[in-house]
């Protein structure tokens, strides 16, 4: 039996997703303390942080450097983590193994980081660059002795531990350690039903089977079901028991839980470590895609296990907002105890109108800066490249950035920017409201820029999509000669290959009732604006718009202010936060009569300098 949470399990519940693994890093010490032997520690660390498969994959890709990294909140465990890996590699035969911590990531400490690692060794850089030049679709390769030098030298990989955004990596074999919380496979799948139940009553006797699209009453009979990093390994068991608690006539979607993977050399079949990782919400697009479906609520309801995060708010973007629930991963009680289960916040309506918006601001937009979220990821090369085509074929100014981690004071730099768009990133690619009024642009996702610059090809759909590899197939349906590698003339030159219509440069030859040119009415500015490529438009070299009165004038007539620095960036802005001055009033006591408020009585407003 389960039971909706309130009170002081609702809090619990609820409380900030953990990033920096300190949840983790305490479960681990807490065992670790208690263990008797030697033997009994080592088992921890085996079990809860995953070493013992960790290492025995790192061995089978024959690395000589294994890097381990975690984010600060684990930090702690680094030594303990060092001697345990060492150990494991001198166990298996292998005392050439190298062992290292990456205490500080390039980007977030979500997203592996393959910059530090190759930093590490520039001999192993160079063997590991034959999978990047792969996963780059070059096919040159390296030959002769250099190909015999590279494969001769140390190889590295990379460890991840904590929570992570689960990609393929470009060039470096990668392992996520995600850990183990402990969790209770039958009062989760319980209370994850009662969620499903509250907002989807159960299908009519005789309703259709669950594997596809036959039992679609009332458009909720989908169960999307997602975990947090620590909790993954409980979903397939969690999945299998739901099923058997909500019948036939429901359809449960199970996380995706490949962990490893290493990028394929040049001569190699196939990737060693078979299936990728991939997020929850990359798979549920996909699904979503293939089958037809329709976002939001006819998508089905999401059943996160655990305490959500930026994975859950993904997954709900990609299916277009759908009823959300945290489910508590066990009870309160211990073993057999009803688990909870809580509405999830946040991931409603207003946060796709709030992405559909910033496609608004893109289309806007005539300066467009790319920022690198990461150099991990499969495909990001590509698509960083052919964004940045995109960009230029509708005359836009695009500037492309390498800043590792985000933050306000960097970007504020970058003075004449109106939308910065973080490509191949996980968590920085989809800030919250909060977060986005601390940047003196808006910051977008690739989605977003893609959506803004090409509104009748890449149409809003009432989603949102993160992943590298569906975003590659948007722009290639789009514009594929954005994707041409060699850029024989470029996408501005509107040359492309044989069949030029597909061209990046321009959409065709115009017909006689073509209204491509015709101008757009944008829900920001309640006004029309001319469309790229028109008199006046975004990019024109002869007319641009002034922005104070709306009028067109020559660009000649517009003047360009630098600021200089990002302190004056920052400084120029309209809020500047609290005041920290203390009022000059002496403190007195309320005075019966007195009329106004606290802040400022009517007969104080001539004294302050107020007006009435």
């Known amino acids: 039996m389960s039971q909706a949470l309130n009170g002081d399990a609702t809090t619990a519940l609820e409380r900030a997703a953990e990033t920096d693994g300190a949840a983790q890093a305490e479960r681990v010490l807490a065992s670790l303390a208690s263990a008797a032997t030697a033997g009994a520690r080592d088992a921890v660390l085996d079990d809860q942080a995953e070493l013992a498969d960790a290492m025995a994959f790192m061995l089978s890709c024959g690395v000589t450097r294994v890097a381990l990294q975690m984010p600060d909140g684990m930090l702690c465990l680094a030594s303990r983590l060092v001697d345990r890996a060492s150990a494991l590699a001198l166990a298996a035969g292998r005392p050439d193994v190298d062992v290292v911590v990456l205490g500080d990531t390039s980007f977030g ?20 660059s034959r999978g990047l030049a792969a996963a ?10 250099e190909t015999a030098r590279d494969t001769a030298a140390p190889r590295i990989g990379i460890v991840h531990l904590g929570p992570a955004t689960l990609v393929a990596s470009s060039a470096l074999p990668v392992f996520f350690a995600l850990g183990r919380a402990p969790a209770d496979p039958a009062a989760a799948a319980s209370a994850a039903a009662a969620a499903v139940r509250s907002v989807a009553p159960p299908a009519p006797a005789g309703g259709g089977e669950g594997g596809g699209g036959e039992a679609e009453a009332g458009g909720r009979r989908t169960v999307w079901l997602s975990a947090d990093s620590d909790l993954l390994h409980a979903a397939g068991a969690v999945a299998s028991r739901l099923r058997a608690e909500l019948g036939p006539s429901w359809r449960v979607v199970e996380p995706p839980v490949a962990r490893s993977f290493a990028p394929a050399s040049p001569g190699e079949a196939a990737a060693s470590s078979g299936e990728a990782p991939r997020e929850a919400s990359a798979a549920a697009s996909a699904i979503l895609s293939a089958e037809g479906g329709s976002p939001g609520e006819g998508a089905g309801v999401v059943a996160h296990l655990g305490v959500g995060g930026e994975g859950l708010r993904r997954l709900s973007l990609a299916l277009g907002g759908p009823p959300a629930f945290l489910v508590g991963p ?30 608004q601001r893109a289309r806007l937009s005539s300066s467009v800066a790319l920022v690198a979220g990461t150099m ?15 960009v230029r074929s509708t005359g836009r100014r ?83 000669g954005c994707l041409e590698d060699g850029g024989a003339a470029g996408p ?62 020559p660009l000649a007539e517009r003047s360009l202010a630098v600021p200089g620095t990002a302190a004056a960036v920052l400084a120029s802005r309209e809020w500047r936060g609290l005041e920290a001055a203390l009022p000059a009033d002496v403190v007195e006591g309320v005075v019966p009569g007195w009329h106004g408020v606290a802040s400022t009585f009517s007969h104080e407003r001539e004294r302050r300098g107020g007006g009435e």
């Open 109 to 128: 400490s979500d997203m592996v980081d393959e910059v530090a690692a190759r930093h590490y060794d520039p001999s192993a850089a160079a063997a590991n």
């Open 136 to 145: 780059a679709g070059d096919a040159a390769g390296a030959a002769g002795d």
């Open 330 to 359: 066990s009870g309160a009680g211990g073993p057999g105890a009803p688990a909870g289960w809580a509405p999830a916040a946040g991931v409603g309506g207003r946060a796709l109108t709030r992405h559909f918006l910033h496609a």
């Open 376 to 390: 991990a990821a499969r495909g990001f090369l590509p698509l960083l490249r052919g964004l940045g085509r995109l």
């Open 398 to 480: 695009c500037t492309t950035l390498l800043v590792g981690k985000l933050a306000p004071s960097k970007l504020a730099n970058f003075d004449g920017v109106d939308v910065f768009v973080v490509v191949g990133a996980g968590d920085a690619a989809l800030l919250g409201p909060a977060a986005q009024k601390e940047f003196p642009a808006p910051v977008l996702s690739a989605h977003e820029l893609l959506m803004g610059l090409l509104p009748d090809e890449v149409p809003w759909e009432g989603r949102l999509c993160t992943d590298v590899g569906e975003l590659l197939a948007l722009l290639r349906g789009a514009r594929p």
């Open 492 to 553: 501005a030159g509107g040359t492309g290959p044989a069949g030029g219509g597909g061209s990046a440069g321009g959409t065709g030859s115009a017909g006689p009732d073509d209204d491509s040119d015709a101008p757009f009415f944008s829900p920001l500015t309640g006004r029309f604006h001319a469309r790229e490529g028109a008199p006046g438009a975004a990019g024109s070299e002869s007319l641009a718009e002034d922005g104070a009165s709306g009028r067109l004038v």
